[in-house]
């Protein structure tokens, strides 16, 4: 188990709903749980990102501990522009990709 934490942008208001019966909202639509269980994670971005699909409006972004992934974390994304962790020259770089907005 490890710390998880979710911000969201613009996302219709069930997401705060949802995400505040099984995360702590410490700060205006950002969630974190200090011990939440991989398949409690992977089941939260599971409905988000059906949610997301249903309708696709404003930003969902999931980070959590991952040792396999650069830098250690994991991040999931739903919406617009899409990111990615980067390691360039020793230092930890995220990347914006164009958006697919209107695509």
């Given at each position: 188990m490890s710390l998880v934490m979710i911000?969201?942008?613009?996302?219709p208001d069930r997401y705060n709903g949802f995400l505040a019966s099984a995360?702590?909202?410490v700060a205006p639509n950002v969630f974190?749980?200090?011990?939440?269980?991989?398949?409690v994670r992977t089941?939260?971005?599971s409905v988000l990102s059906d949610w997301h699909q249903q309708?696709?409006?404003g930003s969902?972004?999931?980070?959590?501990?991952d040792r396999e992934q650069t830098g250690g974390v994991g991040l999931?994304?739903?919406?617009?522009p899409p990111r990615e962790l980067v390691q360039m020259d020793?230092?930890?770089?995220t990347r914006r990709f164009k958006s697919t907005a209107g695509t």
């Open positions: 911000v969201t942008r613009d996302v995360l702590l909202e974190i749980s200090p011990r939440l269980g991989k398949g089941r939260v971005w309708e696709p409006r969902v972004v999931m980070v959590w501990r999931g994304h739903l919406g617009d020793g230092m930890w770089l």
